[in-house]
């Protein structure tokens, strides 16, 4: 069906649809890259891309374009090696309800849920009040929110608890002469699930040198699933966010409460 005319070019209503998906796509994709070496990459293929449509199609320099030719004809491998993480991220969020969360486009078009029910959210006073409280003594904590991915795998590295959370059993866990306090704590369904677990180290090396194991764990676990760590650090006190890979950093007792009930 044709919506109106631009010239002599004609403007469809599904026109429109695939100039918005992939519009939404893109701005996916510059999210997952932003702040890294990855953007770098990025701009460095498609220079390449550039180069040889340049040399090839508009100058028709044979030797040189047939160089780069070879370069080109790996691409969508090549992508996959480079983006590795990228792409598994990208396809974590295409699978699960943080792409169809209750603030995104997704959500707002589709008002059904095709995934699994997701998650009860936490009770998060209690969370931010421990949190508040590590700080001030400058206890390192770690504390897992899951969302919809299932982190059962990384509850067994662990030891399995099913307790309500409460400030004082999370200040506790993570006291520092607390058998339990070496690790994360993972909460779902508003209950403790699992303390002294193990998580992924992420492989990003463009964080700051002053992120230490705790963060970069923290991290790990927000790259191969959509739960958010909370992470309070040992040596400064200072209370930061993981999310999808980004770090939230330096947050008050408000400001994680805030950045909490949006995300949760």
Same mark, same amino acid.
Request: net charge neutral; proline share 3%; aromatic share 8%.
């Given at each position: 069906? /044709?919506?109106?005319?631009?010239?002599?070019?004609?403007?469809?209503?599904?026109?429109?649809?695939?100039?918005?998906?992939?519009?939404?796509?893109?701005?996916?994709?510059?999210?997952?890259?932003?702040?890294?070496?990855?953007?770098?990459?990025?701009?460095?293929?498609?220079?390449?891309?550039?180069?040889?449509? @340049?040399? *090839?199609?508009? +100058?028709?320099?044979?030797?040189?374009?047939?160089? @780069?030719?070879?370069?080109?004809?790996?691409?969508?491998?090549?992508?996959?090696?480079?983006?590795?993480?990228?792409?598994?991220?990208?396809?974590?969020?295409?699978?699960?309800?943080?792409?169809?969360?209750?603030?995104?486009?997704?959500?707002?078009?589709?008002?059904?849920?095709?995934?699994?029910?997701?998650?009860?959210?936490?009770?998060?006073?209690?969370?931010?009040?421990?949190?508040?409280?590590?700080?001030?003594?400058?206890?390192?904590?770690?504390? *897992? @929110?899951?969302?919809?991915?299932?982190?059962?795998?990384?509850?067994?590295?662990?030891?399995?608890?099913?307790?309500?959370?409460?400030?004082? +059993?999370?200040?506790?866990?993570?006291?520092?002469?607390?058998?339990?306090?070496?690790?994360? *704590?993972?909460?779902?369904?508003?209950?403790?699930?699992?303390?002294?677990? *193990? @998580?992924?180290?992420?492989?990003?090396?463009?964080?700051?040198?002053?992120?230490?194991?705790?963060?970069?764990?923290?991290?790990?676990?927000?790259?191969?699933?959509?739960?958010?760590?909370?992470?309070?650090?040992? /040596?400064?006190?200072?209370?930061?966010?993981?999310? /999808?890979?980004?770090?939230?950093?330096?947050?008050?007792?408000?400001?994680?409460?805030?950045?909490?009930?949006?995300?949760?």
């Amino acid at each position: 069906m /044709e919506l109106f005319h631009v010239g002599f070019i004609s403007v469809r209503l599904l026109d429109i649809i695939d100039i918005l998906i992939v519009a939404f796509l893109l701005y996916k994709i510059y999210q997952l890259l932003k702040g890294g070496t990855a953007m770098n990459i990025f701009i460095g293929i498609v220079s390449m891309y550039v180069l040889w449509f @340049l040399f *090839v199609k508009i +100058l028709d320099m044979q030797l040189l374009g047939a160089i @780069l030719g070879q370069f080109m004809s790996v691409g969508v491998l090549a992508l996959i090696i480079v983006f590795q993480q990228e792409v598994r991220r990208f396809l974590l969020v295409l699978g699960s309800n943080s792409f169809a969360g209750k603030d995104s486009f997704t959500r707002k078009l589709l008002p059904w849920n095709w995934n699994s029910a997701p998650a009860t959210a936490p009770n998060i006073i209690p969370i931010v009040k421990a949190c508040a409280g590590m700080a001030k003594t400058k206890t390192g904590a770690i504390i *897992v @929110l899951a969302r919809t991915s299932d982190l059962k795998f990384f509850q067994e590295t662990g030891d399995l608890m099913d307790a309500d959370v409460s400030k004082r +059993l999370l200040e506790s866990i993570f006291f520092k002469n607390s058998p339990l306090h070496d690790g994360a *704590v993972i909460i779902e369904n508003n209950k403790i699930k699992a303390a002294r677990c *193990v @998580l992924p180290v992420t492989e990003n090396t463009d964080l700051p040198a002053h992120y230490g194991m705790r963060h970069r764990a923290a991290l790990g676990i927000t790259e191969q699933s959509d739960a958010i760590s909370i992470i309070v650090s040992e /040596e400064t006190g200072l209370i930061s966010v993981a999310i /999808e890979g980004s770090i939230h950093a330096n947050l008050s007792p408000e400001e994680l409460e805030r950045l909490l009930e949006k995300e949760m």
